[in-house]
Structures are given as C-alpha cells and as structure tokens.
C-alpha cells in the first residue's frame, strides 16, 4: 500500500502541469440539513466556514483535502448536535476564456465528527472559479455530504443523513 500511495504521489509530481501547482482556500458557507425519518428538527440550518488545500495535476484535473468547522442543528426537543467534516476530493475542471473561468465537480470521501462519535461520508458537488489575477480566485460551489448513522450501535450505516452546503471561497494558488 505504501508503495502505491509512493507512486501516486510521484507521478501526481512529476507529471504535474507546471502552470498549476499548490493553492489554499477559506470558505464561509451554509448548511441546511435534510432530516432522517423520525427526526425533527427546529432549526435546520447553520453557518460554518472552512478551509481547503490542494494541488492541480493540470488544467483539468485536481486533489483536495477539505475541513468543514463544526456547525448546530436543534431538534424539536430543543436538544443541539454539531457536525464537523473532513474530506479527501478529486475535482474535475473545465476551464474556459482564457483560464479566467473554471467550472468543475468533485467527488470525494471522509469522515463526519458528531461529539465523539464518526462515521463515514461522502462528498459531491458542483461549483464555478473566477480568476482575478495568477494566484488569486474566487470560488462559489454547492456542495452535499451523505453521511452514514449507526442508530443500532452495530457497526453499519442504517440511515443516511444529508447535508447540502452552499459556499463562497476565496483562494490562493502557488
């Protein structure tokens, strides 16, 4: 396994397109939360922000890793539980006019952090960049999280619960 991950990064290196490389990003987003069954929730929506950072293979293709900050929800019984999100992403891009806009999906895996327990998520989503200038972008995306809850304590997802986030981002890129 070390071995692949060794020669992934390798050829992510040596093939990379010298006119991409490295960028950091922040983002100020919100969440609305689609309740599971049996769920009802007073306030479903909350703010969060985040940060990513990543590098571009090339023009047309890109790997993330993402942190969303922990953000509330309240059940109808006036309860809170918080949700923090951590992903690993690849992203697709599409840029057009001369490298000024992007569009792009992505699609990525990790773990979502409910107090101490965690369970595993998916993430999807589509979005649009602006460049400013050579290394400053703006960013704005709509992005799902499908996460896997384990209501019977067994060690398998019985329900999945759905939170879509919507972002804007500001990014810098190396």
């Known amino acids: 396994m070390r071995l692949f991950v060794f020669l992934v990064v390798m050829a992510s290196v040596l093939f990379a397109d010298r006119q991409g490389g490295p960028y950091l990003g922040v983002f100020y987003a919100q969440a609305k939360m689609k309740p599971l069954s049996g769920y009802t929730l007073k306030e479903d929506t909350a703010r969060t922000y985040g ?3 990543g590098a571009f293979i090339n023009s047309h293709l890109s790997v ?3 942190y969303v900050d ?3 929800f309240t059940k109808e019984d006036g309860k809170a539980f918080s949700l923090k999100l951590y ?3 690849t992203q697709a891009h599409y840029p057009f006019y001369d490298d000024m806009f992007d ?3 992505k699609f990525g895996v990790g773990f979502a952090y409910k107090g101490a327990d965690s369970g595993f998520a ?13 290394w400053l972008s703006v960013k704005g ?9 384990d209501e019977n304590n067994d060690n398998s997802a019985d329900k ?3 939170v879509p986030l919507l972002y804007g981002a500001i990014e810098v890129q190396f």
Not at 122 to 134: L, P, Q, S
Not at 141 to 149: H, K, L, T
């Open 51 to 53: 940060g990513y950072a």
């Open 64 to 66: 993330e890793v993402e």
């Open 70 to 72: 922990s953000f509330s």
């Open 87 to 89: 992903d690993v992403n």
């Open 103 to 105: 569009v792009f999906a």
């Open 122 to 134: 998916m993430a999807y989503g589509v979005g649009g960049v602006y460049r400013v200038n050579r």
């Open 141 to 149: 995306m709509y992005e799902q999280f499908s996460i896997g809850i």
């Open 160 to 162: 999945t619960m759905k």
